[in-house]
């Protein structure tokens, strides 16, 4: 019975793991980030969200993207004023080092634009697969309203084939480079 508890662990681990990958997820073995830096994205991305959702249920839509410790901020909201408490929210919340705040004063988007972006991100990802001037591991990509968003840890040449590519995209209206350059 241990023995089949042992495989069924290193079966979902295998899936787990496999899944992660395809979507573009941390590969470790590629990672340009510490494994304490990853969590930290990942445990500012969960708080903000949360913080967010705790103010502003119903009249705004936003999501936070974190890539080194620098947050993304996306999507839209009722007023100026919310723009700027959002930014404060997300700074407010440690260890972040950066923030890239592209909140738009407007209506909440539609289910079908939300969907329309996660395809655009989706097209973006699989076309990085088939590039050999960088390694798709290396990039976050994140789309709203057309607009998509790079964010990684890059060379300038790495940066300006991954934006070739994203720009070139059907249903890509903008692309917004928001990197950490390694030279």
């Known amino acids: 019975m241990r023995n089949v508890w042992i495989l069924a662990v290193l079966l979902a681990a295998g899936v787990m793991s496999g899944c992660a990958q395809m979507g573009g997820g941390l590969n470790a073995a590629n990672e340009r980030r510490t494994q304490g830096t990853v969590l930290d994205d990942q445990n500012i991305e969960s708080k903000a969200q949360q913080r967010i959702a705790e103010k502003y249920k119903f009249n705004a839509q936003t999501h936070v993207t974190c890539f080194n410790r620098y947050a993304l901020i996306t999507g839209q909201v009722p007023n100026e004023a919310a ?78 084939a991954s934006s070739e590519i994203a720009s070139t995209t059907t249903g890509v209206q903008k692309v917004v480079r928001v990197f950490e350059y390694m030279d």
């Open 83 to 160: 723009k700027i408490d959002i930014e404060r929210t997300v700074g407010g919340i440690p260890p972040v080092k950066g923030i890239a705040n592209e909140l738009q004063v407007a209506g909440v988007s539609s289910s079908g634009a939300r969907s329309s972006d996660s395809g655009v991100t989706g097209d973006v990802q699989k076309r990085f697969l088939s590039s050999k001037a960088f390694n798709r591991d290396h990039i976050k990509v994140y789309t709203e309203s057309g607009v998509v968003y790079l964010m990684g840890i890059v060379t300038h040449a790495e940066a300006d």
